[in-house]
């Protein structure tokens, strides 16, 4: 009596003599542009979305200290320019 091998019916569809290349799937050969956009970059989403946070909070302080110095008040004479 033959053995009744089971297979998963993802596992015809992915058989290598149903792709082009006939490779396993997960053979490696992806380029590294291609592992970099598609792996990494979004690993550092989530840092880089933090760094900015925190780089603009930085900014926003060290903006509000300059116009606070370097504004004129409402209430100050202006300066006159000699004639």
């Not at 050969?29 to 933090?50: C, E, K, M, N, Q």
């Not at 946070?53 to 000699?82: C, K, M, N, Q, Y």
């Amino acid at each position: 009596m033959a053995a009744l091998r089971h297979t998963h019916p993802v596992d015809r569809l992915c058989s290598p003599s149903t792709r082009s290349s006939g490779r396993p799937a997960g053979d490696g050969r992806a380029g590294a542009l291609s592992s970099f956009v598609y792996v990494t970059l979004p690993h550092l989403a989530r840092a880089d979305h933090v760094v900015i946070l925190i780089e603009t909070i930085f900014l926003l302080t060290v903006f509000a200290e300059i116009f606070v110095t370097t504004v004129e008040a409402p209430d100050s004479p202006r300066p006159t320019s000699p004639s």
